[in-house]
């Protein structure tokens, strides 16, 4: 079956230092990536997706490439803010057109 | 409104109580997903309608019941549930064979005494 394996947090950083958080997947055929952002007491934001091999979603700052050689989807910010805090999930939509998370990961930026 | 809301977005319930999850999407989308979020564990999915009818049930307990009346609109009716159902419940919407990305609401956060 599918599954998403994301780096064990906590991740505690410095404001404006650069951050990945890396993501690998699991799945069979060809799965649309995405993250997930979920900011404290509150519910999940899409961050960004990728539906195809090379391509890259970015917002607010974050980026994120399709590796499929790799099967990666790692998050990288290159200057992180305080508001960036929140726990960021990987998840892959897969053939059976429902989506398998990652256990997330709890990003703390400090001033 | 925009985009999915739910309510109640806090809850309190005993173990004897009923009571019911309300989720509404303004997305124009035909897919509505059930999701549990608990403290250090994955976000597991526990029911999804696409075009109203229930496709997947994820082996949910029966003291969750879900109902679906239209396309705009999910329920969640609870009844003699135990402490370690409460969480924060998700809901979700998608355009089924369409773009397919599926957006939440701010959840509820039940607790169950």
């Known amino acids: 079956g599918n599954s998403v394996t994301q780096m064990e947090g906590p991740v505690t950083l410095s404001e404006e230092a650069f951050l990945t958080i890396n993501c690998t997947y699991t799945?069979?055929?060809?799965?649309?990536l995405f993250w997930y952002v979920q900011y404290p007491g509150e519910g999940l934001q899409l961050l960004l997706k990728?539906?195809?091999?090379?391509d890259k979603g970015s917002n607010k700052g974050f980026e994120a490439t399709y590796r499929k050689e790799t099967t990666s989807f790692h998050l990288e910010k290159g200057s992180v803010q305080v508001s960036d805090s929140a726990v960021y999930f990987c998840?892959?939509?897969?053939?059976?057109?429902?989506?398998?998370f990652g256990s997330g990961t709890q990003l703390t930026v400090l001033p | 409104e925009t985009g999915v809301t739910q309510t109640p977005r806090h809850l309190v319930m005993g173990m004897t109580n009923k009571k019911s999850l309300k989720c509404e999407q303004h997305?124009?989308?035909?897919?509505m997903y059930w999701y549990k979020q608990s403290a250090k564990k994955p976000l597991e999915l526990m029911f999804v309608?696409?075009?109203?009818?229930?496709?997947e049930n994820n082996s949910v307990p029966s003291r969750f019941s879900p109902e679906c009346p239209n396309s705009s609109h999910l329920f969640l009716h609870l009844h003699t549930l135990q402490p370690e159902d409460s969480a924060l419940y998700l809901c979700?919407?998608?355009?089924?064979?369409?773009?397919?990305?599926?957006?939440f609401g701010p959840g509820t956060r039940l607790l169950v005494l």
């Open positions: 990728a539906t195809k091999a090379d």
């Open positions: 979700a919407s998608s355009q089924v064979q369409g773009e397919e990305t599926q957006y």
């Open positions: 997305l124009g989308h035909n897919a």
């Open positions: 998840a892959l939509l897969g053939s059976a057109r429902q989506l398998t």
């Open positions: 799945a069979t055929g060809y799965p649309s």
């Open positions: 309608y696409s075009l109203e009818e229930r496709v």
